[in-house]
T-cell receptor, first 115, second 116 residues
Framework: EPEVTQTPSHQVTQMGQEVILRCVPISNHLYFYWYRQILGQKVEFLVSFYNNEISEKSEIFDDQFSVERPDGSNFTLKIRSTKLEDSAMYFC?????????????FGPGTRLTVL | AQTVTQSQPEMSVQEAETVTLSCTYDTSESNYYLFWYKQPPSRQMILVIRQEAYKQQNATENRFSVNFQKAAKSFSLKISDSQLGDTAMYFCAFMKIYNQGGKLIFGQGTELSVKP
């Protein structure tokens, strides 16, 4: 069964460093998402991406964040200068299309720890 | 803006018994989807059940069913014959129906423990 994959499973970085979190969505899906879950808190929407551009972003998704789909398969989230409060679980999700309900399939997440 | 509220941070149930998790939401939209996601200790998000707001009939998936009260903006999840594998965090989520972006708005979660 097709699944969303994410790498790495755990990333440790120093404050101020850049990190790139990688996701491989399900191959025929067209909509892609990043969500964040700070430990013990709810899952929060960061950004949605369709047709090679951002379709919606939250207030959390400031200039320190960027997304891209560099090669038609990977979907990446970059944090330019990490802060302590960026420590969280980051989930990628993908959806087949948007004209009718389609389930969002989530990846297993990347745990980001900023020291 | 839409909000989703889960007022039960933790719940426990004995194996084989029934438990109901509560969720309320606030929206001015008339068409939307509601979901329950399960997050076991592995942290993977798994869709349990979904409900289209335009459907009056409550959704059912095996041991899982919902009580959708549109006027009250309430969406509870009932788990029948609880199993140890149901132990997880459960999130209620909302999505606008004609939203091409399709973002999910989650509640705070309810941690369910199924005891043997």
């Amino acid at each position: 069964e097709p699944e969303v994959t994410q790498t790495p499973s755990h990333q440790v970085t120093q404050m101020g460093q850049e990190v790139i979190l990688r996701c491989v969505p399900i191959s025929n899906h067209l909509y892609f998402y990043w969500y964040r879950q700070i430990l013990g808190q709810k899952v929060e929407f960061l950004v949605s991406f369709y047709n090679n551009e951002i379709s919606e972003k939250s207030e959390i998704f400031d200039d320190q964040f960027s997304v891209e789909r560099p090669d038609g398969s990977n979907f990446t989230l970059k944090i330019r200068s990490t802060k302590l409060e960026d420590s969280a679980m980051y989930f990628c999700a993908s959806r087949l299309r948007g004209d009718h309900y389609n389930e969002q399939f989530f990846g297993p997440g990347t745990r980001l720890t900023v020291l | 803006a839409q909000t989703v509220t889960q007022s039960q941070p933790e719940m426990s149930v004995q194996e084989a018994e029934t438990v109901t998790l509560s969720c309320t939401y606030d929206t001015s939209e008339s068409n939307y989807y509601l979901f329950w996601y399960k997050q076991p200790p592995s942290r993977q998000m798994i869709l349990v059940i979904r409900q289209e707001a335009y459907k009056q009939q409550n959704a059912t998936e095996n041991r899982f069913s919902v009580n959708f009260q549109k006027a009250a903006k309430s969406f509870s999840l009932k788990i029948s014959d609880s199993q140890l594998g149901d132990t997880a965090m459960y999130f209620c989520a909302f999505m606008k129906i004609y939203n091409q972006g399709g973002k999910l708005i989650f509640g705070q979660g309810t941690e369910l423990s199924v005891k043997p």
